[in-house]
């Protein structure tokens, strides 16, 4: 990946959030950034995780790995606070985190879609990208002088359009798609970019949730114009273009990485 990449990003500091495992979305993502020549810290979210995330920074050459559960507010800021004891300032903002009750994801929306089951699907998918913005402004930078800078999210087609079992993250997730348009109108004026990929279904721990997951991969890969689906270095190399100079001029957008399936329409196996 390195010499694809080259060293675009040489001389950025990135936060990268979600790495649970090396078959994370945020994985490929942090590979990503850091083949194209970006300096590295990561969140792990509990103590289970913790040694599993070290091992994986240190592949990088990172040893900022610091916890972080974004439903404690205190854990937010002391985050914050540890990072810029290190660093002077902050580039890259990767928020890549999403939780929903496991019996919300499979079955009848309206009789798995319970209050609880809400609210937390909303704090955890998508409220945690406005506090983590919000954090982030002091290292971020208070002013355009401060350079190009730059907060991606992930999200998933079912913001949009109905994916079976999905359930309670499609509004979770249409949110957080929100949340990515305002903060950008938000935060254009400081010089910071709020951008989200919107990737294929990817064999994760997160994805292992959803109910009739193989189905929908299987189905993705039958129908979709590249008729495949995609992987983690996929959504890395476009994560990195948008965090980079190279895309100076994007921001409140939704960058499919899907093999195409969002085009389609009636997803009748094609001929040939």
Known sequence: MSSELGGFLRGRRALVTGVASPRSIAWG??????????????TY???KLRTRVEQLAAGTGSELVLPLDVTEEGQIEALFERLAGAWDHL????????FAPREALEGSFTAGCTRQAWHTAQEVSAYSLVA???????????????????????SYLGAERVVPNYNVMGPAKAALESAVRYLAADLGP??????????????TLAASGIGGFRQMLEHVAAHAPLRRNV???????????????????????????????????VTAPAAG
């Open 190 to 203: 400081r010089g910071i970019r709020v951008n989200a990929i919107s990737a294929g279904p990817i064999r």
């Open 91 to 98: 580039d890259i903002l990767v928020h890549s985190m999403a």
């Open 45 to 47: 979210q509990n103590e």
């Open 132 to 154: 983590l913005a919000r954090a982030a402004l002091p290292l971020m930078g208070e002013g355009p002088e401060a350079g190009d800078r730059a907060l991606l999210t992930l």
């Open 29 to 42: 993502i942090a590979q990503a950034l850091h083949a194209a020549g970006a300096e590295l810290a990561f």
């Open 231 to 265: 992987t983690i270095e996929e959504v890395g190399r476009a994560a990195a273009f948008l965090c980079s100079g190279l895309a100076s001029g994007i921001t409140g957008e939704i960058l499919y990485v899907d093999a195409g399936y969002h085009v389609m329409g």
